[in-house]
Each structure stands twice: as C-alpha cells, then as structure tokens.
C-alpha cells in the first residue's frame, strides 16, 4: 500500500470557450470538426506528490487553476491528460455552496452531504448537535440555503466538511468570507486534524497561514506549477513574485503617451459611465469589467476587456466633437500574448481605428496611449460605436485588453474647432510622461534567503545588540534585543518610505513593527546617502530559532497598511537564538507573575 494520500503525474486539463452560443451549437453538431472554440488550458503538466499524515498548501492568484486542480482531485472535473491518484476518503470545501442545494435546509444539505461520504442517517444524526453548535446557526439550520449569507454557508460548508472521518481534507477560499472568529476557529480545528494524521490540502492567499499550518506548498501561476518545496520557503517566493508583478503594474500604469483635450474642450459623453446599458458580446459575464487604476496619482475609469469581446453603444455625435480615449494592456499579460491585442473601434460597420500592441515583441506598446479622433464626419447623426478587441496567447486568462477613460469631448463656446489631425494649440501632450523603472530583482542570495524589490534603497546589513552595545545573535529570554538595520539609496527618494523588521519562529510570524508604524518615516533620501534604523524588541520569547525579514518601501493607511512599491525586502538571511527561558506554554511567555493565596470562606 502507497504511503502517499494523493499522486498526481502530469496532469493537465483544457476548456473550450466559444465566443457564442450559436458557435456551440454549430461545433457540436459537426463533432469537433469546426473546431470553432479556443482552447484554456486551466492547467498544464502538473505533477505533484502529497505524503499521508501531512497538509499540503498551493499559493497562487485567481485564475492561477488553484480551483481547477482541486476539483480534480475532489472527483468533480476530470482531468484532459494526465492521471492521478486519491487513497482515502475525501472532503472537499470548494467554492461556497457546492454539493448543496439552495432550495433545502441546513439540515437536510447535512443529511445529503453525509450520505454521498458514505455515511449513515443513523450516524449524521449522531454527529448533527457538534456540527450545528460548531457552526453557530442554531435555528438557521432549518431555513433554506437560499437565504443565508455567504459566511453562514462558508459555516455550513467547513462543519459538516470536518464532521464525516474523511481521510483527506481539501479547503479552498472560501474561508476567507467568515468573520475573524469563526476563521480562528477553522484554523484551530484543522490543526487538531493535522495533529490526528489526516491528510490536508489547504489552498488560498494568506501566506501566513501556508506557513503555519502546511508542511510544504506549491505556487501555481497560469496553470503551471513554478515552485515546490518548504512551505516557508514557498511563502517567501511568492511574496516575491507578487511584490515583483505589483512593482511591474505600478511602473507601468505610470507611462502615459499621446494627445488628451485641454481646458477648452468639455466632456459631453463618458462611454465608461453608460457602460451597463451598452450591448456586450464576450465568452464569459465577467470578461468586461470597469475597473479604477491610476496614472501619475490621478485615479482613471477604464474598461478591461477580455478578448474576444464587443462592447456597442448608440450614440448622437454633437458637432465640433472628437472621440477620446487610451488603449493599453494589463501588465500581467505582456509576456503571455506574443501576437499581441488589436484594438479596433467600428462606426456603422465602419471601422474608423486598428492598433496592435504587442508588449512582448516592442516595449514601446506598453503603458497607456493617448488617442484622438475627429468626429465632425457624424455631427447631428445618431450611430452604433463599436469597440472590438480580439488577441490570443498561451494562456488567455491573462490576456486583458484596457479602454481608458474614452470620452466624446465638444468644444466650448467661443473657441474655434480644429481637427485633432491637424490642431497643435487645442490639444496638448500629457506631461506625466514617465519611463520604466528596472525591472524589479527576485534573487537567492544564500540558502533559502529570498530577495525582493525595484532596489532604489537596499538593506545593507542587519545588525543584533545588547542594550549595552555588544554584537550578539545569542540572548536569554526577558532581555532586550536591538536590531539595528542599514539601509543605503541606490537613487533619490523624493517622498516618504517606510523601514520594517518582522520576526517569525520557523513558519510562524511572531511580531513585526515599522517606522510608519511610530509616525517617524524617511521623508527622502539622496542616492549615496546611508541611515541607520534602530528597533528595540523586549525579548519574552521562548527557546528558539528566530529570522528577521526587513523591508523598505512606501506604504498607506493608517490602521490598515498596504505595501504600494517595495525598494527591498530580504527574508530568510538573517537570525539570532533564544538559548535560555524560564518554562512557559506557547511562543511568547506574557505571563508577569502567577500568585497563589487562599480565600477565608464566607
């Protein structure tokens, strides 16, 4: 008997997408032959092995075929190639109300869950009372599944998923919609299973808890497995290739070339504004979406198409009028559409504009492009615009075509028109025009360190003292550690950045504290120029290992923070040791005294 709980060798699995229905209808009836679909592969080539008796984690972003993969193993998709192996019985908490019927009760979806894991009524009724007290519905459990939120089925869902002695547990994201107490309480639990031998496979985006709870991960991205190893490990990698493609979105959506209206020129039409009452045509609901980015500070609607897709409005074009508008790609996808996108915009079956940007083959193409078309030809006329995107590639989940902030513009009264094609002193170059900044590093400096971040100020050195000034990396619990970290600017910083250290106990992130923090941010700094940064850590740790990941970069919030550009950030490099303290239960002891005195009876 196989000592592994699930194997899976190579497996992939495709989807057609038609761009209609009628296109379906057509392929089906020819067998195949027309072949008139386009092919998504949700996943390609994957191969992984997962040990009985441990908990498995997989990172990755939406659309990464995290969901894909486990429905797979979860026997609700089957596979396009490959194979793969389950031992055990399963229990899978996939997307929020799968297996349950929403017109049936609580009860009743227990009942009918249980009996597909095999069990008895005898023996759902037996564990009923700890599956209603664990998920707090109380009463609710004999309404319809209609009318609970999606945190009471995210409750349902995972106390009955933990109450039928499956073998193999699978948790997708829909955790993430419970409250914070009843994800504590998830957590808690699925540690219990982990410490009684059952198998777990936990998927989402918290890499803290990848860390805590897993004993290894994979990152999975675009279908494709990158990484696999340590969970640790995993974590930090991912991190960085997030840190990476925010950097590179953030870059990105800074450049902005071409003409836009100036002040004499009044906005009479906003396409994005009317965007619900336009006729659509796309392969799924969700590929058109209206979505707010900035260019240079400056918050911009734009409408992010997903090709192939048409988005058609009906339209009475005002004299003196011209048509403005950007085009652009989603930075994710430059290096997933070799041919590019086309976009093209129709008037009437006319077509009046066709680019292609190819970011992969031209970097010029990527960023944002002003564009300015002169619509004195349509004036008084009432007509159907056209806005067409079509564009292939490896995987075209990532291939997003961008409509920014398109506009009819007029010109005010008193000012003379002049065709965009000819007029210089009506229309004007944005001068937020920026070039690229390089390209964001992910290295390995030393054994499982992993480095992050566009490096326009680096960590130099991370340094461990004693209160008295002495170099240590060995202290006793109840002491003071000071953490002084050196940073040095590659380049000139003109707005504030943050410094930070966090401190984690193997996959366990323990405390962490930040400049922003303590209201006392770098306010700039001149390329060359070095600073010292000083934490004071009281130290009420237990025996232990401990790492220190630092961080630099320009964060927001006040009571909540968010990490908009990182400089630099190195886990994993640097540690010191608890080697002595006093006995306690846990990671920290904040036990100050425990005192024991009788009390006279009444």
Not at 106 to 120: E, H, K
Not at 466 to 488: A, M, P, Q, R, Y
Request: some cysteine; charged content about 20%; hydrophobic content about 35%.
């Amino acid at each position: 008997m196989t000592d592994n709980a699930i194997e899976v060798v190579n497996l992939s699995k495709m989807f057609k997408l038609y761009p209609s229905q009628g296109k379906r209808l057509i392929d089906y009836a020819s067998f195949g032959k027309k072949h008139l679909y386009q092919e998504f592969w949700a996943l390609r080539d994957i191969s992984l092995t997962v040990p009985k008796g441990t908990t498995f984690g997989i990172l990755g972003q939406n659309g990464s075929g995290k969901s894909t993969l486990l429905s797979i193993l979860a026997g609700v998709l089957e596979p396009t190639s490959g194979s793969f192996m389950v031992s055990g019985k399963v229990s899978a908490i996939l997307e929020l109300g799968a297996g349950f019927h929403p017109e049936f009760t609580g009860r009743t979806n227990t009942y009918m869950y249980g009996s597909i894991m095999g069990l008895s009524k005898e023996d759902i009724t037996l564990r009923l009372p700890d599956i209603i007290h664990f998920s707090e519905l109380g009463e609710f459990i004999d309404q319809p599944l209609r009318t609970y939120s999606s945190g009471m089925y995210a409750r349902l869902a995972f106390s009955v998923a933990v109450n039928v002695d499956a073998d193999i547990l699978i948790v997708d994201e829909a955790l993430s919609v419970g409250d914070a107490l009843f994800q504590h309480r998830c957590f808690r639990k699925i540690h219990e299973l982990k410490e009684s031998g059952k198998t777990i496979l936990y998927v989402g985006h918290d890499t803290e808890a990848v860390r805590s709870l897993c004993d290894h991960a994979m990152i999975l991205d675009a279908g494709k497995m990158l990484q696999i190893g340590d969970s640790a490990k995993i974590s930090n990698q991912y991190l960085a290739m997030i840190s990476e493609r925010e950097q590179k979105y953030y870059e990105t959506n800074v450049i902005e070339s071409g003409r836009t209206p100036d002040e004499n020129w009044e906005c009479t039409y906003n396409f994005i504004e009317h965007l619900s009452h336009a006729e659509k045509k796309m392969v799924h609901t969700s590929y058109i979406r209206e979505m707010n980015i900035e260019i240079g500070s400056i918050p911009r609607k734009t409408i992010f198409a997903h090709p192939p897709s048409d988005i058609q409005y009906s339209v009475v074009i005002p004299s003196n009028s011209m048509l403005s508008f950007a085009i652009g790609i989603y930075p994710s996808a430059y290096d997933f559409i070799p041919d590019g996108v086309q976009f093209r915009i129709f008037i009437d079956k006319q077509e009046i504009f066709s680019r292609i940007l190819e970011p992969k083959k031209n970097p010029s193409d990527r960023g944002w492009h002003n564009q300015l078309i002169d619509m004195s030809e349509y004036a008084g006329k009432k007509v159907k615009i056209r806005f067409n995107t079509e564009g292939s590639g490896q995987d075209i989940s990532y291939c997003w075509g961008g409509w920014g902030w398109v506009r009819l513009f007029t010109i005010r009264e008193g000012t003379t028109f002049d065709s965009p094609a000819t007029s210089s002193n009506r229309l004007r170059t944005d001068s937020r025009i920026t070039t690229a900044i390089s390209t964001p590093l992910n290295d390995k400096s030393q054994n499982n360190c992993v480095i992050t971040g566009n490096r326009k100020v680096i960590v130099e050195e991370v340094i461990f003292k004693k209160t008295d000034g002495s170099l240590c990396n060995n202290f006793i619990s109840g002491e003071k550690i000071i953490i002084e970290v050196i940073i040095h600017a590659l380049q000139t910083v003109n707005e504030p950045f943050y410094v930070g250290t966090i401190i984690f106990n193997k996959n366990t992130r323990i405390a962490g504290s930040n400049t922003h923090l303590h209201n006392c941010d770098i306010p700039q700094i001149n390329s060359g120029e070095k600073y010292k940064i000083t934490f004071s850590y009281q130290c009420i740790l237990r025996h232990g290992l401990y790492s220190i990941t630092a961080a630099i970069g320009i964060i927001t919030g006040v009571t909540t923070f968010q990490v908009i550009e990182y400089f630099h950030r190195v886990s994993d490099k640097y540690f010191f040791q608890i080697t002595q303290d006093d006995m306690c239960d846990g990671i920290v002891d904040l036990c100050d005294g425990v005192f024991v005195e009788p009390i006279d009876k009444l």
